[in-house]
């Protein structure tokens, strides 16, 4: 029978990471550049001399996607323990009865509270909304969220396990 000192000793607090892309920018530019490029869809070749203008703008999208992902940046966050928890809840109290916190005051904070790469205050984190839009504040929020309320179980990695099962060699 395990000992709960050992199991205590191997435990850790949940973690969860998120990738953000900081550049608004380049996404507009590989909007854009699809819709051109879906404005070529009718093209037809002329003559041997034309090349196909989806070329192009298809090398254009891939260098924008690839900028794209070099501005992504992981933000990684740690479950709080039960006692951070229910102080950082105490500190957002619903505005009535019914609500349990405060939504609006909450989400931010918890999103500073487990924030340990990087590390962010109340502070970063109001600076930091005012430069994402809703959609990436929701993944900062969400990840946070996760790594508090839900459980940790052992994945299934399909795409790890279909290269595993091609393996022939016996590796």
């Known amino acids: 029978m395990p000992d709960i000192k050992d199991i205590l000793a191997k435990a850790k607090p949940r973690e969860h990471t998120v990738r953000i892309c900081l ?47 070099a501005a992504e940046v992981p933000f990684t966050f740690r479950a709080l323990g039960d006692k951070a928890w229910s102080d950082l809840v105490a500190e957002h109290p619903g505005k009535t009865p019914d609500e349990s916190w405060d939504d609006e005051t909450l989400a931010p904070a918890l999103v500073a509270a487990c924030a340990v790469d990087p590390v962010m205050t109340p502070d970063d984190v109001a600076a930091l909304w005012e430069q994402l839009n809703l959609g990436q504040r929701q993944e900062l929020i969400n990840a946070a969220w996760t790594v508090n309320s839900e459980g940790t179980t052992v994945p299934f990695a399909l795409h790890a396990s279909a290269i595993l099962a091609s393996l022939t060699d016996g590796k």
């Open 23 to 69: 550049a608004g920018d380049v996404a507009a530019e590989v909007e854009r550049l699809e819709a051109d490029l879906a404005a070529t869809s009718s093209w037809q070749q002329q003559s041997l001399a034309e090349a196909n203008p989806g070329i192009e703008i298809a090398e254009k999208i891939k260098d924008a996607r690839e900028r794209m992902q």
